[in-house]
């Protein structure tokens, strides 16, 4: 355990160097072209969610990623909470997500009245195991004229939820697969995947909707927002009018024509959007160039294994991290507390979503994958400016 | 009819000048102090929800309407979604709000599962009826050990919003009692009525909980924005809690206790919202000068009555607009196009809650005053910079 702990400070010293005081995890990086495009905005005086910057940095997302359309939001909470509306999920449908995943993921199901079913992660991708979910859903579900039901609880299966994990793509072509051939619609919750392609095409964009965040500790931040995306243009329309309070113009009057939501992006923060996006290839160069510092670096050490990309993946390697090869809470604590302690700012995974008090008795399929990525993983400084420290 | 349009234009004309193209309903002003803050805040690389400029914008808020805690937030209706929670109000539970209010009053009731109670506005204050609440109540609510119920529903009343319109206060004082009366938690959606006072007292601090909003047409804004305004200290950490994702830090990982939500807002927003709030004092001076050459434009043409303030109470003045005599939409409708087509951007108020198809049903007393101001009342120009032009 100390001989893993010591080996690792020496091992990060070599591609960050002795910290003066602390390196954090992730930081944003601010230009001065951010700073130029919103004091424009600002001399604009359009600051609110109407704006000529919302719309630009809808479109610079959607050359980025390729996806027809894509709708700005506040954050990505209400960029998932919306893309499971636009799936057609409801009141007391299940939707299956990985245990392993930010509680986002988890609330925002919550937030449709739906229920979520937990799902194992593997080792390699650390997101949805397809071959696991795939007996398991041999197993639990059966065809009715409604959907897929759950032979359990009685309830329409209705979505699944592949998150990209640190920037490494979930298995999404054997997900999509699975999804067809249980009729449910799949969301890629691609929060920390801006910027990663598998088979040359944008996470985010291969199931019915798929969803980005620009929070602070993001590739790109906008202070806090996200993004919908989606091809169809009625789920376009649809995107617009129930993040926009499904408000409707009559007359001289508007009225509203279903619950809505208040959910678009401030111009003021799309503005520092439109300038981040375009220094995103910039933070992708240097993020593989840091992860590669990472994996030479680190390769040598017995009992751990880094994330890194599978072939026909290019991940955007928002985070780097790796595996302790016994999963062992008290050796993975023991590590970050080291490395923590000399200012390499370390984390663990989150806990999985099995284990909070709310969530504790969802219907869930045997999760020990997820419960060994918890206990083994590990994340590692990866601001995309540290590169320069491993030249 | 056509003649109080005529006279209606004389007197925008006498106030505001001719418009070169179109006066907009109301505008943010940026200054050069706004421009400085949000660069300092771009500066310092802390753009997202932590960060100095929330809490100095939290300190601002607090100094300025003398609540003991404000909660800085994405905007007002997630203000108001968890005023909702930290009122108590749960699954099932009716809520009595105005039915003459913007749709996110009554949306944020149905975020929390509970059902919205329509109650009538008065002609004064634009807000709730008190006596008629009074009457109603003695009616339909009868005592059982959980709290008043709803005899006819079965269901039990827990809380109680009124809505200060335009920034003329409800009654405040009388609904309070009521409030008590039928042991609701009284909520205050204080959206459109920062700077104004009952009898010294900011509207938003005289219930358990209240509202701001700092949305793009409000008196200040942070782009988009809002405030939970509490004075108790349990209240103000569970507010805390809910709008973080109720996140609790656990050795070296975080876990989460109950389900929260993604509400807190950007430091990039905040440090907009400091130096707003700084040109308050400005913008209510102003606005109060605008006011008054309304009132003295407007005052001779028959027919109409602009909307003051009454004794006791310092208005904000956001809006200033007027009653015809007649409630006649089409007569409401000729004047707001006539003008509208000279360039002065007038509009009605708000379609009645009950009017809208996902409302249509809910529990709800007579509503001739809301349909009576709902057709009768118009709305003016009203930016803080058009003060000068009636000097």
């Known amino acids: 355990m100390r001989d893993i702990s010591a080996k690792i400070l020496v091992a990060l010293d070599e591609v960050l160097g002795t910290p003066d005081t602390s390196i954090p995890l992730h930081e944003p990086e601010i230009t001065e072209q951010d700073k130029i495009l919103v004091a424009k905005c600002l001399n604009s005086g359009w600051v609110s969610t109407v704006?000529?910057?919302?719309?630009?940095?809808?479109?610079?997302?959607?050359?980025?990623?390729?996806?027809?359309?894509?709708?700005?939001?506040?954050?990505?909470?209400?960029?998932?909470?919306?893309?499971?509306?636009?799936?057609?999920?409801?009141?007391?449908?299940?939707?299956?997500?990985?245990?392993?995943?930010?509680?986002?993921?988890?609330?925002?199901?919550?937030y449709c009245g739906a229920i979520p079913h937990f799902v194992d992660s593997e080792m390699n991708s650390l997101a949805i195991d397809p071959d696991k979910l795939n007996s398991y859903l041999e197993n639990i579900a059966e065809e009715t004229k409604g959907g897929f039901r759950n032979k359990k609880t009685g309830r329409i299966i209705r979505a699944v939820i592949p998150v990209h994990i640190l920037g490494q793509p979930a298995e999404i072509n054997s997900l999509l697969a699975?999804?067809?051939?249980?009729?449910?619609?799949?969301?890629?919750?691609?929060?920390?995947?801006?910027?990663?392609?598998?088979?040359?095409?944008?996470?985010?964009?291969?199931?019915?909707?798929?969803?980005?965040?620009?929070?602070?500790?993001?590739?790109?931040?906008?202070?806090?927002?996200?993004?919908?995306?989606?091809?169809?243009?009625?789920?376009?329309?649809?995107?617009r009018h129930l993040t926009t309070t499904a408000r409707i113009k009559s007359g001289v009057e508007?009225?509203?024509?279903?619950?809505?939501?208040?959910?678009?992006?401030?111009?003021?923060?799309?503005?520092?959007?439109?300038?981040?996006?375009?220094?995103?290839?910039?933070?992708?160069?240097?993020?593989?160039?840091?992860?590669?510092?990472?994996?030479?670096?680190?390769?040598?050490i017995d009992g751990i294994k880094m994330i890194s990309e599978r072939s026909g993946v290019k991940a955007n390697y928002w985070l780097n991290g790796f595996i302790l090869d016994s999963a062992n809470l008290e050796e993975r604590n023991n590590i970050i507390e080291t490395t923590n302690a000399v200012g390499y700012q370390t984390r663990p995974a989150w806990m999985p979503m099995h284990f909070l008090p709310m969530y504790k008795d969802c219907p869930r399929m045997d999760l020990w994958g997820a419960e060994k990525i918890y206990k083994s993983l590990i994340c590692l400084p990866s601001s995309s400016f540290l590169a320069h420290l491993s030249d």
């Open 254 to 300: 508007f009225t509203h024509d279903q619950m809505g939501f208040n959910y678009r992006l401030p111009n003021l923060n799309a503005a520092l959007g439109c300038s981040q996006i375009l220094a995103l290839e910039g933070h992708l160069h240097r993020k593989r160039t840091l992860a590669e510092s990472y994996i030479k670096a680190m390769s040598a």
């Open 51 to 110: 704006g000529d910057y919302v719309s630009q940095f809808e479109k610079l997302i959607e050359q980025f990623t390729g996806a027809k359309h894509a709708i700005a939001v506040v954050n990505g909470t209400a960029a998932l909470h919306i893309a499971l509306l636009l799936a057609g999920v409801r009141k007391g449908d299940e939707v299956l997500i990985p245990s392993l995943t930010f509680v986002a993921t988890t609330n925002a199901v919550s």
């Open 178 to 239: 699975i999804s067809k051939r249980y009729n449910l619609k799949l969301i890629e919750d691609a929060a920390e995947s801006l910027g990663t392609f598998v088979e040359g095409k944008h996470t985010g964009t291969f199931g019915i909707v798929g969803t980005l965040s620009f929070n602070g500790n993001k590739i790109i931040t906008t202070g806090g927002g996200g993004a919908i995306l989606v091809n169809d243009s009625n789920l376009e329309e649809l995107a």
